[in-house]
């Protein structure tokens, strides 16, 4: 029997959920999917600009594992983008860090 998965920690809901290409290809329009995790590990690596095993520490993840959802992210990108696909940010299999939920969220939302 296989391992459970551990939760991925993702810092931040993603700020949009796709992005579209400007013109429609011939074939038509298609789908990409990102997951979150991947988003997450393409913002701490090629934008926050972290080494992987700093990054995986903060994705809760053993930094194998970052490598892996690392390179799927930007193979899913490079397809949207080579092939003029839509990405759709969405899914995956993740929670947001302990710290990041303050006791007055959990009472009321006031903050």
């Not at 011939?26 to 991947?38: K, M, S």
């Not at 969405?90 to 959990?106: A, I, T, V």
Request: proline letters at 8%; hydrophobic letters at 35%.
């Amino acid at each position: 029997m296989p391992r459970p998965r551990k939760r991925r920690f993702v810092q931040h809901p993603p700020v949009v959920t796709g992005f579209l290409p400007n013109s429609v290809p011939p074939w038509g329009r298609c789908e990409v999917l990102l997951t979150l995790e991947g988003l997450e590990a393409l913002r701490l690596s090629d934008f926050e600009g972290l080494d992987q095993e700093t990054a995986a520490a903060k994705m809760n993840v053993s930094r194998q594992t970052f490598g892996r959802i690392l390179a799927e992210a930007r193979r899913t990108v490079a397809e949207a983008l080579v092939l003029g696909k839509t990405l759709h940010i969405d899914g995956g299999d993740f929670q947001l860090p302990p710290h990041s939920l303050g006791r007055h969220r959990r009472r009321g939302g006031n903050g």
